[in-house]
């Protein structure tokens, strides 16, 4: 009895053994194909200097949305396809203008209108400024000191804290609902510290919204330089004034579409594993981390399993979602479509974190999902993914958690992301190509695991 039952325990772990084997050459293949015969770099280039900024509800985005779609049936993908969207439509306008004035000393300031801002009118707006570092700080000002003022949120990202997305975290909801804090005290303009840890001189964009029954006030992104300038020219004189001036509209929403290439499963067809990015790019940079890399990449998965022969058992789809950046309109209809249509998804995976070099996965799922996806660590390890658990997922294959998707969010290092994050410097060049396809091909290796084992 013990030896039979030894016996079996023993034919269980050669099995085993085999079949981490048979995915570890695989895993090596796919690594292969991505760093020698990579196209994703290529296509980041064409798609952030052919195509550029993709706003939604641009020219640009409509290009980026033609141009993915024919990509896609040039790699000889089972189907591609569109979803119809109806997005939101910002339009910056003209160039803001933005100025301190210390007495008879006019000095001009970086900015940028952050997106879904109202316009400040053809004058602009120019008054004193409060300056705060939180809305605990600005409520205890209450409305005697801030009522006609333009209040400036200060609050730095924590250079302390190692992963910067948690910096950020901790410092985005001053550009989300600065506006909003201000106009309720009876602020008439908000102007927020850029979110990054860099000290220079690019405005970085960002959403923000207005919250219901208070007063739509024009706000914007001043540079790191030009929030550190205005500070201390406030700590010697507290009376200057800061002029803006900025022409934000928000015009009638606008068709878009998400844009999906799908390779057939070979046994199990219906059930899909997605592996996307977000097309969307705001409107001052060519999104070349934010979000062209996730796009190219995700593309790239399908087309280096193809290109190795993999018949996957199971759909995989790349999806290009629209509008993450200011409404994440594609993500939920995505999900909407997916649940309408009765279609089961057991996966999905985001890039959109940057074409860094990678570091792992986070995963949203049940204890036991994720204790089968960690178990994989050991072939992912020799390629550099070591930190795989818990964590985020993505913002556009959010919605899909609740149809019981488990979701993957590809993690590179975060170090340099918010250097470029929402800027005009956010182009090809901060791409390295070496990066993109370790990136690319890290994300392929773990769709090839969720195809083989599931979930
Ligand atoms: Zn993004």
């Known amino acids: 009895m013990m030896k039979k039952t030894l016996t079996l325990l023993l034919m269980l772990l050669v099995g085993y053994c085999r079949a981490q084997n048979a995915d570890s050459v695989t895993i090596r293949k796919i690594y292969n194909e991505a760093l020698s015969n990579g196209q994703s770099y290529e296509w980041l280039r064409h798609l952030t200097k052919q195509i550029g900024p993709r706003l939604s509800g641009s020219t640009g985005a409509q290009k980026a949305v033609d141009w993915t779609k024919q990509l896609m049936e040039q790699q000889g993908f089972d189907r591609v396809f569109l979803q119809d969207v109806m997005v939101p439509h910002w339009v910056r306008g003209a160039k803001e203008e933005a100025y301190i004035r210390n007495g008879k000393q006019k000095t001009t300031v970086p900015i940028a209108a952050l997106g879904g801002s109202v316009a400040t009118g053809p004058k602009g707006v120019e008054a004193g400024v409060v300056e705060v570092k939180s809305f605990t700080e600005l409520r205890a000002l209450g409305a005697d000191k801030v009522k006609g003022k333009i209040v400036f949120f200060n609050r730095p990202m924590d250079p302390t804290k190692i992963n910067t997305f948690e910096a950020y975290g901790g410092a985005v909801e001053q550009r989300a609902n600065g506006a909003t804090e201000a106009a309720k005290l009876g602020a008439i303009g908000a ?141 939920v209809q995505y999900a909407d479509l997916a649940k309408k249509n009765n279609e089961k998804h057991i996966a999905a995976v985001e890039s959109d974190n940057g074409g860094f070099t990678p570091r792992g996965f986070g995963i949203v ?27 985020g997922g993505g913002a556009d294959i959010g919605p899909l958690a609740t149809l019981g998707t488990v979701l993957f969010g590809f993690k590179p290092d ?39 084992h599931g979930l």
């Open 191 to 331: 102007i927020v510290r850029s979110m990054t840890n860099v000290h220079d001189d690019n405005p970085h964009t960002g959403s923000m919204r207005y919250g219901t029954g208070v007063p739509l006030i024009p706000t914007a992104a001043i540079s790191t330089n030009g929030a550190d300038l205005l500070s201390k020219s406030l700590s010697e004189n507290p009376n200057l004034t800061f002029y803006f001036k900025q022409n934000s509209e928000t015009l009638p929403d606008a068709k878009s579409y998400n844009v999906v290439g799908e390779i057939r499963g070979s046994e199990k067809p219906d059930e899909i594993i997605v592996v996307g990015g977000h097309l969307d790019s705001w409107d001052l940079s060519e999104g070349a981390h934010d979000d062209g890399s996730g796009c190219v990449q995700s593309i790239e998965v399908l087309r280096i399993l193809k290109s190795l022969g993999i018949k996957p058992k199971r759909t995989i789809r790349a999806v290009m979602f629209m509008n993450e950046e200011n409404g994440l309109r594609g993500g």
């Open 414 to 452: 975060t170090q340099r992301y918010f250097d470029y994050h929402h800027t005009a410097v956010d182009r090809f060049e901060a791409v390295s190509q070496r990066e993109l396809e370790l990136g690319a091909a890290s994300m392929a290796a773990l769709v090839y695991l969720l195809d083989q």
């Open 365 to 391: 799922g049940t204890p036991d999902q994720r204790a089968k996806a960690i178990a994989w660590k050991p072939l992912l390890a020799p390629y550099g993914l070591t930190e795989i658990g818990p964590g």
